[in-house]
C-alpha cells in the first residue's frame, strides 16, 4: 500500500516561488516514476511534471523552464520547485504514482497565484 501526502502549497503572488513536496510511504519508492499532476476549478487534471526513478524528468511546455522537479529516494520525498508563477497556475496540485496496476493519489495542495 503507498501513502502520498504533499504539502507546501499556498498564495503567493504572479511571479514568485514555492516549493512542494510529497512524502510517499509503503512500497520500493526508488523504482518507481513519480508525477505532479494539476486540477484546476472547472477544468480537467492535468500532468505537470514527472521524474523517473532513474532521475529523468519531462515537463509540460506550460511548465517548461519555470518548474523543477526532484526527489530524494532515500527519503522517499518527491518535490516541485516552482517559480515564475503565473495567475493560470493557480490549481490543487497532486502527487501520484503507478504501483501494482493502479494509481495513487494524495490528498492535493493549494496553489493560489494572485496579486
Known amino acids: 500500500q503507498v501513502q502520498l501526502v504533499e504539502s507546501g502549497g499556498g498564495l503567493v503572488q504572479p511571479g514568485g516561488s514555492l516549493r512542494l513536496s510529497c512524502a510517499a510511504s509503503?512500497?520500493?519508492?526508488?523504482?518507481?516514476?513519480m508525477r505532479w499532476y494539476r486540477q484546476a476549478p472547472g477544468k480537467e487534471r492535468e500532468l505537470v511534471a514527472l521524474i523517473t526513478g532513474g532521475g529523468t524528468t519531462n515537463y509540460r511546455d506550460f511548465v517548461k523552464g519555470r518548474f523543477t522537479i526532484s526527489r530524494d529516494n532515500a527519503k522517499k520525498m518527491v518535490f516541485l520547485q516552482m517559480n515564475s508563477l503565473k495567475p493560470e497556475d493557480t490549481a490543487v496540485y497532486y502527487c501520484?504514482?503507478?504501483?501494482?496496476?493502479?494509481?495513487?493519489w494524495g490528498q492535493g495542495t493549494q496553489v493560489t497565484v494572485s496579486s
Open positions: 509503503g512500497s520500493i519508492f526508488s523504482t518507481y516514476a
Open positions: 501520484n504514482v503507478y504501483s501494482d496496476g493502479r494509481d495513487y
